[in-house]
């Protein structure tokens, strides 16, 4: 994203990006919601429903995915907006995204 000069491209890839980002999100913490619900619905018109419920059943939510998620996209809109430079090392965003000690703002 850093690297294109047209809008229409970096406005693309800032897209991808949340897009990507949010889909993991939304897979890990509401896809079994919204499986369950739509099941409902067809047993309420007596149809059938041919996604089983053990795949969601089975995914393991990982440990502070939405801390991660919103690290890598505010890293993502940074980035986008000029504010910092991309790094060049993927250690480096590794660490970015992991690092929880982080300033509280407002009152405690």
């Known amino acids: 994203m850093d690297r294109q000069t047209e809008q229409s491209k970096r406005k693309f890839w800032l897209a991808f990006s949340l897009i990507c980002n949010l889909a993991i999100l ?12 739509i099941k409902d619905v067809f047993e309420f018109f007596n149809l059938s429903y041919p996604v089983p419920d053990t795949i969601f059943k089975k995914l393991i939510m990982p440990v502070g995915i939405s801390f991660f998620t919103f690290q890598s996209l505010s890293y993502t809109i940074d980035i986008y907006r000029r504010n910092i430079e991309p790094v060049k090392n993927i250690s480096e965003f ?3 995204v992991t690092f929880f000690p982080q300033m509280v703002a407002g009152p405690i």
Request: proline share 0%.
């Open 94 to 96: 590794a660490f970015f």
């Open 26 to 37: 939304f897979v890990f913490k509401y896809a079994g919601f919204v499986n369950e619900n």
